[in-house]
């Protein structure tokens, strides 16, 4: 059974769901309110955050796994974390933008559309850093995360004007 087959067979079972690109023949999944609630984590619902899959079954797009806050999962419960210092990391108020390259040309997509409002508006800022998408080209094989803030996309913080 393929990847792509496997995918549709989580969408089937309603813990993932798919959205069509509307001209390219890719498919965007992510995991859905059903897999949240009934807390049914395996690696293909973890994976599901993002994952954008060619027709043909290739993966066009891998963002980061589902993670999980403290206490919330058997990974992160006190006891099972590792003895080292921590990583602390900042974590903004806005949108998962995953890149995809097709066709020569990097597009964003958010966790779960190819068109939605956040994936234009970070599609729209990325094009202001043309070094960044040759970067981004001559490492075709990378998925580019980026976290897409703009005051139009407040969510709890209010980031104000833009200047």
């Known amino acids: 059974m393929s990847l792509k087959d496997e995918f549709d067979r989580y969408v089937g079972f309603g813990l993932v769901t798919a959205r069509r690109h509307p001209k390219f023949p890719l498919t965007i999944y992510k995991y859905s309110q059903k897999c949240v609630y009934e807390r049914a984590w395996d690696d293909y619902t973890r ?8 027709d043909d079954g290739e993966i ?3 963002p980061f796994r589902k993670f999980f806050n403290l206490g919330e999962d058997e990974s992160t419960k006190k006891e099972n974390l590792p003895l080292e210092p921590p990583v602390v990391m900042s974590k903004v108020d806005g949108s998962l933008g995953v890149s995809y390259i097709w066709e020569g040309q990097v597009h964003l997509a958010t966790m779960g559309s190819f ?3 956040q994936a234009r508006a970070g599609s729209i800022m990325l094009g202001l850093y043309p070094k960044l998408v040759s970067t981004m080209l001559a490492f075709s094989r990378l998925t580019f995360l980026f976290e897409i803030i703009y005051p139009g ?3 709890v913080v209010d980031y104000g004007q833009v200047t």
């Open 47 to 54: 994976i599901a955050r993002g994952l954008i899959l060619s």
């Open 115 to 117: 068109d939605s409002e």
């Open 60 to 62: 066009v797009a891998r």
């Open 153 to 155: 996309n407040r969510i």
